[in-house]
């Protein structure tokens, strides 16, 4: 009687064990959902440093995962301001100087208008499956969502964050909330999608707040204001002389 109980009760847990995914299949759902062939956004960054409250406003193009262009609209001592990203190398063009440069090498560690975000998160490759072997370690309610709780590990060294831990929205596949850690297990930044939308049959952050917990502040709010996916773009866009038009 007693095996048949045992035998009994596995039967019953077979269609939840079914329904666990790996975490490789995780990282693979977040990457469909977030990612598209082209990408038109208006955003609002709003930066919360010691010195007061900034905000940003900027409009970019993206193009698979390693192509981007963005112009900051606002404010006046930005507007014009813009970055071209190509595969691993980034340019910046400053209207005030009338100069393109390259952001390369320590510069990279710098921050982006003020903001919690540096130029190498900008450079890192979005697709997480692509950078990150998955663990699920557990699983946890955050914002009144049930989610999957993931430990990553980097596949290569040259990634900004050799670890994180993530908690994924079981039923959207959004990464409500992260962790970045160093090499040797400092935890050097945190996100926290706050608020959520629905465009085009996906689940996309609208309000995402970042904070580099090695500096003082309150974080960086990112606030999408429109998106739009698998639109058609020019390909002058995505070149440096797109810069100084």
Known sequence: ????????????????????????QILKRIDENLSAKTQISVSTMIVHSRRGRRTIRAKTWMKGRDTSFTEYLSPPRDKGTKMLKIRDRLWLYSPRTDRIIQIAGHMLRQSVMGSDLSYEDLMENPHLWDLYTAKIVGREMWNNRSCWVLKLVAKKRDVAYPMRKI??????????????????GRLLKTTEIQTVFRVDGRWYPKKILFKDVLKK??????????????????????????LRR
């Open 167 to 184: 908690w994924v929205d079981q039923e959207r596949m959004l990464p409500l909330k992260e962790e970045r850690f160093a090499r040797s």
């Open 1 to 24: 009687m007693k095996k048949l109980s045992l035998i009994f009760l596995v039967f019953l847990a077979l269609p939840v064990l079914a329904k666990r995914p790996s975490g490789e």
């Open 217 to 242: 502040g309150q974080g960086t709010e990112f606030l999408v204001d429109s998106i739009q996916f698998d639109v058609k773009i020019p390909s002058y866009i995505f070149t440096k002389a797109a």
